[in-house]
């Protein structure tokens, strides 16, 4: 099976602008979930999408955002991009059920730079 | 607050030794517990996990400890080699009305000396 892919794996923007970023799971999983990893706060959950419906949240501003897509595929948004938004953004998918929990696989990841 | 957290921040060891790393964690309801290991510039890589019903899970050259009584996690790494230099991180997932969110330790940086 291919593994987790993100798209674009760079990205340089300025301040301000938005951005969107992709994740396609591990076929047939249906959970996808969004992590911030940075020098400073290592590695941070912002969301859980499972069947096309967030989850669970993070504690991250309403600036990010995400969704899925009927096909499991998963972007997320951040709009008016500050400097510390800078990190390595992360998607996992899970082939966990509804009401469970199980393993997560990484992409490997979004490396975004905010100047 | 609820967290998982690492003992050492960096561990050296020589190439062939055994290598220990340690997580504490301190949520009781925890479901389970994943290892993962992370290259430079790559995303984590799970490498074993275990449930909380289990003390001990064995993969290829890897086992885990679960010590529910004192809340330790461990990672053991038989005969360790180069390329096992990395960063390994140990995370929490407690399932059910929380959903599947992982929760990540600091991370302990190894270093394989040859």
């Known amino acids: 099976k291919a593994g987790v892919t993100q798209t674009p794996r760079y990205l340089i923007k300025t301040r301000g602008q938005q951005v969107t970023l992709s994740c396609s799971p591990i076929?047939?999983?249906?959970?996808v979930s969004w992590y911030q990893q940075t020098p400073g706060q290592g590695l941070q959950f912002l969301f859980e999408y499972f069947s096309e419906t967030q989850r669970n949240k993070g504690n991250f501003p309403g600036r990010f955002s995400g969704r899925q897509f009927s096909n499991s595929r998963s972007e997320m948004n951040v709009s008016t991009l500050e400097l510390g938004d800078s990190a390595l953004y992360l998607c996992?998918?899970?082939?966990?059920?509804?009401?469970?929990?199980?393993?997560?696989?990484f992409g490997p990841g979004t490396r975004l730079t905010v100047l | 607050g609820e967290s998982v957290g690492l003992h050492l921040p960096t561990l050296s060891v020589q190439e062939g030794d055994n290598s220990i790393i340690n997580c504490a964690y301190s949520n009781s309801a925890s479901d389970y517990f994943i290892w993962y290991k992370q290259e430079s510039g790559k995303g984590p890589q799970f490498i074993i996990d275990?449930?909380?019903?289990?003390d001990k899970r064995q993969g290829q050259r890897v086992t885990v400890l679960l010590n529910k009584t004192v809340k330790h996690l461990s990672l053991q790494i038989a005969a360790t080699q180069p390329g096992d230099s990395a960063v390994y991180f140990c995370?929490?997932?407690?399932?059910?009305?929380?959903?599947?969110?992982?929760?990540f330790g600091g991370g302990t940086r190894v270093l394989v000396k040859p």
């Open positions: 996992a998918s899970s082939s966990v059920t509804s009401g469970g929990a199980d393993t997560q696989y």
């Open positions: 076929s047939g999983h249906r959970s």
């Open positions: 275990i449930r909380s019903n289990m």
């Open positions: 995370a929490e997932i407690r399932g059910g009305a929380a959903g599947n969110k992982l929760t």
